[in-house]
């Protein structure tokens, strides 16, 4: 099947050949396929489609939601037939919409019949449909603080070592098993309150599973969360790692705070609360480490979430110096 990426450089096609007065624009994407898919540009207001074409029989009850930055309609096609539309209403989330079309596409192609497509599109939907919805919304204080962790890991312990190229280590915004993955070393970030036990949430039997791996690090920010007074703000960690990336870095940076949730047209939200570091602390995960992994668990059981109590750790503390020099040694290796 064709590997066809959908990029900007597809949108760019599309929009260079506007119709005289409203109407779609679409070309159909990965022809080789036996699903109908296509992308469109919507006139007169140049709103960015997703579409597939399925017999009408193959939609049964499938209804799929609009969300803040997304708008869903079912348009008649030819006899027989129903178009599903998937039309972008929030212009400053097309770099989240981008993908979100590859990877709807690539799922549906596969499928082997109409229902099965409608099915695929329906699954995706719903896995991108939070993010996508931070077209209103925006990120939760547990999430702003998680990003205001992650920054922090990214700009003081891989932007020095890495350079532009912490933007690649950086992994957090794909929902992957680590926050960061450079030269083959995981580093799983996680942030408490100063008013909270200090425990961790460890949300998978995978986030703590170094095989395959050069290094796994825990690192731990104890934060006091302010709404006045003295502190760094969301809003400055972004501006701070920001201002320190070339041009490449920073649209690649951009583009994964917007996975994330983060949109600029938001940032007056951020402005508060204000974090102030009270300790950071790292922790090899290594064999006898206390965790759950997979191997652990009995056959049927997962998606495994617990406490870590970090006192239970300090056998594994190590210096940030001890983790970025296993950072550079894990660089010579690779």
Request: aromatic share 6%.
């Given at each position: 099947?064709?590997?066809?990426?959908?990029?900007?450089?597809?949108?760019?096609?599309?929009?260079?050949?506007?119709?005289?007065?409203?109407?779609?624009?679409?070309?159909?994407?990965?022809?080789?396929?036996?699903?109908?898919?296509?992308?469109?540009?919507?006139?007169?207001?140049?709103?960015?489609?997703?579409?597939?074409?399925?017999?009408?029989?193959?939609?049964?009850?499938?209804?799929?939601?609009?969300t803040g930055a997304l708008r869903t309609t079912q348009e008649p096609g030819d006899p027989g037939e129903i178009e599903l539309r998937i039309v972008l209403t929030v212009p400053?989330?097309?770099?989240?919409?981008?993908?979100?079309?590859?990877?709807?596409?690539?799922?549906?192609?596969?499928?082997?019949?109409?229902?099965?497509?409608?099915?695929?599109?329906?699954?995706?939907?719903?896995?991108?449909?939070?993010?996508?919805?931070?077209?209103?919304?925006?990120?939760?204080?547990?999430?702003?603080?998680?990003?205001?962790?992650?920054?922090?890991?990214?700009?003081?312990?891989?932007?020095?070592?890495?350079?532009?190229?912490?933007?690649?280590?950086?992994?957090?915004?794909?929902?992957?098993?680590?926050?960061?993955?450079?030269?083959?070393?995981?580093?799983?970030?996680?942030?408490?309150?100063?008013?909270?036990?200090?425990?961790?949430?460890?949300?998978?039997?995978?986030?703590?599973?170094?095989?395959?791996?050069?290094?796994l690090y825990l690192v731990a920010l104890k934060l006091e969360v302010l709404r006045g007074g003295t502190g760094g703000t969301l809003n400055q960690a972004v501006a701070t790692?920001?201002?320190?990336?070339?041009?490449?870095?920073?649209?690649?940076?951009?583009?994964?705070?917007?996975?994330?949730?983060?949109?600029?047209?938001?940032?007056?939200?951020?402005?508060?609360?204000?974090?102030?570091?009270?300790?950071?602390?790292?922790?090899?995960?290594?064999?006898?480490?206390?965790?759950?992994?997979?191997?652990?668990?009995?056959?049927?059981?997962?998606?495994?979430?617990?406490?870590?109590?970090?006192?239970?750790?300090?056998?594994?503390?190590?210096?940030?110096?001890?983790?970025?020099?296993?950072?550079?040694?894990?660089?010579?290796?690779?």
């Amino acid at each position: 099947m064709s590997a066809e990426v959908i990029d900007e450089a597809l949108w760019s096609v599309l929009a260079a050949e506007p119709p005289r007065g409203a109407g779609l624009v679409k070309r159909r994407v990965r022809e080789d396929s036996k699903r109908n898919l296509f992308l469109g540009i919507a006139y007169p207001g140049r709103e960015r489609v997703l579409a597939l074409v399925v017999s009408t029989d193959a939609v049964g009850d499938t209804v799929l939601p609009n969300t803040g930055a997304l708008r869903t309609t079912q348009e008649p096609g030819d006899p027989g037939e129903i178009e599903l539309r998937i039309v972008l209403t929030v212009p400053e989330m097309a770099a989240v919409f981008t993908p979100f079309c590859d990877d709807v596409v690539s799922a549906v192609a596969e499928a082997e019949n109409d229902r099965d497509g409608v099915r695929a599109l329906a699954e995706r939907f719903a896995y991108w449909r939070r993010l996508l919805a931070a077209g209103d919304t925006g990120l939760s204080s547990v999430e702003a603080q998680a990003l205001f962790g992650e920054l922090w890991v990214v700009t003081e312990m891989i932007l020095p070592i890495a350079g532009d190229r912490a933007m690649e280590a950086w992994r957090g915004p794909d929902h992957e098993d680590r926050d960061v993955l450079v030269h083959g070393l995981g580093i799983e970030v996680k942030t408490t309150r100063g008013d909270e036990p200090t425990a961790v949430t460890i949300t998978n039997e995978a986030q703590l599973n170094a095989e395959g791996l050069a290094a796994l690090y825990l690192v731990a920010l104890k934060l006091e969360v302010l709404r006045g007074g003295t502190g760094g703000t969301l809003n400055q960690a972004v501006a701070t790692l920001r201002s320190s990336l070339g041009p490449e870095a920073a649209a690649i940076f951009r583009d994964k705070l917007l996975r994330y949730g983060y949109l600029d047209q938001h940032s007056a939200r951020y402005d508060a609360p204000a974090y102030v570091i009270r300790e950071v602390a790292a922790y090899e995960v290594e064999e006898g480490f206390p965790r759950v992994i997979e191997p652990d668990l009995p056959v049927g059981v997962g998606s495994v979430t617990y406490r870590l109590a970090l006192s239970a750790c300090e056998p594994w503390r190590r210096t940030l110096a001890e983790v970025n020099a296993a950072i550079l040694a894990a660089g010579r290796q690779s």
